[in-house]
């Protein structure tokens, strides 16, 4: 009887110890899930390619389930352990909020790097030591004064979610409805003409010196790529993806004097980068550009009339792999320091998890290999192509194995994805080698930027015909500002107006050229900038100490050597020979 009556007691009370679970558990979701997503997709929808609004009834489902799951699971703890769970539920929630609030310092960005607690380990020792204090202070008094704990729990939480409901509303950005919504389509990647083809494929970060590194490694290369003319001696004009994709696919240096956003539209809008695509259209070219059109142009409208990808695409489609890339992000911000590293991701990895409706593909990258090796190549006879690919190459995060697969990014490491992304241009040229359009084909393989091993950029080029018995390279000086004119040149374009007028043909080893780079940097004494690109992890609005407010400026006349010793003058002692403002920072 007894047994009977406890039994009848127990489920009498699992609805109040739900209810009062339901508090703080709501309090911790909503912080987590529905608050810290849509604040840093709304803070941040200049770079990312979804608004808060696209998201909101997903993370508002997602908050509420979970708050009932986490509540319904520890209602059936009864007893005196029901009211030291309360507490630290409770605890747990309060140092989520104060976590994102108060005790992240600079977190940076989400751009790939992976977090390092140790890098600043003191500060993620007192962080733990924040938790562990006010948790057990708080299991403490669960257990000696649960009435307190538990109406002070309910004021708090509730007054930290309407706090933050507030923040949210004022600070919404609404989604344009009327404007087009213009992406850049993937699903021409693999379509090559039967007739000509000018292929340029820039792998991400690849230095002169990565990439003799990855040769010496790996000796077979030197025959994979015997074909091509090696330049050694390239210097890179930017030290950054952005703004060194729209320098190379427009030939207009960034105008540091307007707001980026300006800047790239004037670029991608100039007489000068609509006369290269009119040239490779009146030759009779497709173009496609297969990249991130937010490093390249801070959206694809600004490529309309240029990229024959740019296509106008429907709803964003939210899907588990892409809700739970943006909700690491969210928990990013409000883990506890030493906790942060598996929730850091990359935020250019968000255009590879986004899909929109009637668009096939949005970026190709870590599956490049594999849906190469799924589709295979197709040829076309309507058309030439001049096809433009950015890939990961030897950039960060490393999530491209040794063999060319995606995987995760503890099995890998700069080698051996570079190594993947060689593998796959291999098989890449040997296919076309097998549809009888390789020898024909004009291809580049290049780089946007080099490492801080090597500011460079490497440089190949095989030209239709062209065969080397071994591999042959030259230390030339030549600039990424000789590529589009050394492309112009190869339709018969008139390229004297873009940078020296000059293509890498026209300089020979032991020539004497002035070269000209720029690296980011940050000096207190000049003013800060505001933030329009890439994800600020915690505060997009106030945190300026990182942000890159000036371009150091190079000129040099030498090697790979010489300015890779001017550069380290600039991160030692913030010596350049010019040192530029920014007027906002994208990266």
Not at 281 to 297: I, K, T
Request: net charge negative; charged share 20%.
């Amino acid at each position: 009887m007894e047994e009977k009556k406890a039994k009848t007691g127990y489920w009498r009370g699992w609805p109040k110890r739900f209810l009062a679970l339901l508090v703080p558990s709501f309090f911790l979701c909503f912080t987590g899930v529905f608050f810290g997503l849509l604040d840093i997709v709304s803070a941040n929808q200049v770079y990312l390619t979804v608004t808060a609004g696209d998201l909101l009834s997903t993370a508002a489902w997602v908050t509420a389930a979970a708050s009932v799951a986490i509540a319904v699971v520890l209602a059936f703890i009864p007893g005196k352990v029901h009211r030291l769970v309360f507490a630290l539920l409770l605890g747990v929630a309060v140092m989520f909020y104060f976590q994102g609030a108060l005790l992240n310092g600079d977190l940076g960005t989400l751009n790939g790097t992976q977090f390092d607690w140790r890098a600043d380990a003191p500060a993620a020792y007192r962080d733990l030591a924040v938790w562990g204090g006010v948790i057990l202070v708080l299991a403490v008094l669960g257990c000696i004064k649960p009435d307190w704990v538990r109406i002070g729990g309910f004021i708090v939480c509730g007054a930290l979610v309407a706090a933050q409901a507030v923040s949210l509303a004022a600070t919404w950005v609404q989604k344009d409805g009327d404007g087009p919504n213009y992406q850049l389509s993937g699903e021409e990647q693999f379509t090559l003409s039967s007739k000509d083809n000018i292929l340029v494929l820039t792998l991400d970060q690849l230095s002169p010196l990565i990439f003799e590194q990855a040769l010496e490694r790996d000796p077979h290369f030197y025959e994979a790529f015997q074909d091509f003319l090696y330049f050694d001696n390239m210097s890179a004009r930017y030290s950054y993806t952005f703004p060194s994709l729209m320098y190379l696919l427009t030939g207009n240096e960034l105008d540091l004097t307007v707001p980026s956003r300006e800047a790239v539209y004037e670029s991608w809008h100039s007489d000068k980068a609509q006369y290269i695509y009119d040239t490779l259209h009146s030759a009779g070219y497709r173009v496609n550009l297969f990249m991130e059109s937010n490093y390249a142009a801070l959206g694809a409208e600004n490529m309309l009339g240029k990229a024959d990808n740019v296509v106008q695409a429907g709803d964003l489609v939210i899907t588990p792999k892409s809700f739970a890339f943006l909700l690491d992000m969210s928990l990013y911000r409000y883990m506890p320091t030493i906790l942060k590293n598996p929730f850091c991701v990359s935020t250019g990895g968000i255009v590879d998890v986004s899909a929109y409706q009637g668009v096939t593909k949005l970026h190709i990258n870590s599956d490049f290999y594999t849906e190469l090796l799924d589709e295979g190549l197709t040829l076309t006879d309507d058309h030439r192509v001049f096809n433009w690919y950015h890939l990961q190459g030897a950039h960060f995060p490393y999530t491209v194995d040794y063999d060319g697969f995606p995987c995760e990014e503890d099995e890998t490491d700069r080698e051996d994805q570079l190594h993947g992304f060689l593998t796959a241009l291999e098989t890449f040229f040997q296919e076309m080698k097998d549809l009888d359009i390789y020898d024909d084909a004009t291809i580049i393989i290049s780089a946007d930027h080099g490492y801080f091993e090597c500011f460079q950029a490497a440089f190949l080029i095989k030209l239709p015909g062209q065969h080397f018995d071994t591999f042959t390279s030259t230390s030339a000086p030549v600039a990424q500002g000789d590529i589009m004119p050394t492309i112009l040149s190869l339709v018969g374009g008139d390229y004297s107006d873009y940078c020296d007028g000059t293509t890498v043909f026209d300089w020979q080893e032991g020539d004497s050229r002035v070269r000209t780079t720029s690296v980011w940097g940050y000096m207190t004494q000049y003013p800060e900038v505001e933030w329009v690109g890439n994800v600020d992890q915690w505060d997009a609005v106030a945190n300026g100490q990182n942000r890159y407010n000036v371009f150091g400026t190079f000129h040099y006349d030498g090697d790979r050597n010489t300015i890779l010793d001017k550069e380290r003058y600039w991160y030692y002692y913030g010596y350049a020979d010019e040192i530029e403002p920014l007027y906002d920072s994208f990266y």
